[in-house]
């Protein structure tokens, strides 16, 4: 499996296309894709854009998450992506979120699927320890690929060991954090003295820890510079970037789930309010179902900054409503500008 990818969640129409497109001229040899995001087919048209054969590319796309209801709708989920992408098989096929239920058995026919030449390699997203474990004391094969939420301020250390433990390569979901942490962390200073961007830093951090980032990026340029070549990080940097770790969580919705009670989503399909389906996500950037969301929090920010306008306005159009007031009452400028001058002391206050 080549060592990075692009993410092709969004990629969509002609600009999508091109991205890919490029990705692909510049030397990517790793799409990532879901039925879901409904990019299989700009893909397909971004390869053959390209001029790469289907054998060059490894392709990984995953289940939608409503077909865990059943068996035939697993396959069917497949059959319908390898129409759109195109070929008779994926290279790396994965269950998308734990959260989808009925893991022991779809896992089970992902099995089955690898043995019928559908794929070629099966793997999961999302999952935890203890979902991976559920699947290790059930008696299951363990998954070739876990892609889940890592960058330098989620480092997600117990997870990461587990894999290296048991042989599970880490697929690292929006290795940027989504672009939320750029310009707020040690990151940006490191970037500045070494005459980088902070992207080149993060994904070559992934790279050096033997991980496989998946960046996503509609821009021309900013896939050419994810690539993060030339250069490598000393252990000194890279003990910086460690010290970074936070927990901060990106997707607020997906990636909380990594921490799901095996024994809700083994055999049976969770209800949507237990992983925020409902969506009222409970994450907090450091775990799930701790405080408040980051969508909770923004939306709590804009009513505080809100209110602060409509008092600030009201500082203003106080004093101005009182020099209009006593000039039409025909007191005269002056005694307005003193009343005015008398309101906005009260109303500092």
Not at 3 to 8: A, D, E, H, K, Y
Not at 176 to 197: H, N, P, V, Y
Request: hydrophobic letters at 40%; glycine letters at 10%.
């Amino acid at each position: 499996m080549p060592q990075l990818g692009l993410g092709s969640g969004g990629l969509e129409g002609k600009e999508g296309r091109e991205a890919i497109c490029t990705a692909l001229r510049a030397g990517y040899r790793l799409i990532d894709t879901a039925l879901f995001y409904r990019t299989e087919t700009e893909i397909a048209a971004g390869m053959r854009m390209a001029g790469v054969k289907r054998d060059e590319v490894f392709l990984c796309t995953k289940v939608l998450q409503k077909a865990h209801a059943a068996d035939a709708q697993v396959r069917d989920s497949l059959k319908e992506s390898l129409r759109n992408l195109g070929t008779n098989y994926v290279d790396l096929y994965i269950i998308h979120n734990p959260r989808a239920g009925r893991i022991k058995e779809v896992w089970s026919l992902l099995l089955k699927l690898r043995e019928e030449g559908l794929c070629k390699a099966v793997g999961v997203s999302n999952f935890g320890v203890a979902q991976l474990e559920g699947l290790r004391q059930a008696g299951l094969e363990l998954p070739e690929v876990n892609q889940i939420e890592v960058h330098c301020w989620r480092q997600l250390p117990e997870v990461t060991a587990y894999h290296a433990q048991r042989g599970i390569a880490t697929m690292c979901m929006a290795p940027l954090a989504r672009g939320r942490m750029l310009g707020r962390s040690d990151l940006a200073k490191m970037a500045e003295e070494m005459g980088r961007t902070e992207a080149e830093l993060a994904i070559r951090w992934s790279l050096q820890q033997g991980y496989i980032p998946i960046p996503k990026s509609i821009n021309s340029e900013r896939i050419l510079l994810n690539m993060a070549d030339g250069f490598d990080l000393a252990e000194s940097q890279m003990e910086r970037i460690q010290r970074l770790n936070s927990g901060f969580m990106s997707c607020t919705m997906a990636s909380p789930c990594y921490e799901l009670p095996w024994e809700l989503v083994a055999d049976n399909i969770p209800d949507p309010a237990t992983w925020g389906g409902d969506r009222k996500s409970k994450g907090n950037g450091k775990g799930h179902g701790k405080g408040k969301s980051y969508q909770q929090k923004d939306a709590e920010h804009s009513i505080v900054v809100l209110e602060w306008l409509k008092a600030y306005v009201g500082r203003l159009l106080g004093p101005f409503c009182a020099v209009l007031l006593y000039s039409l009452l025909g007191y005269g400028p002056v005694l307005g500008v003193l009343a005015a001058a008398t309101a906005m002391v009260t109303l500092t206050a």
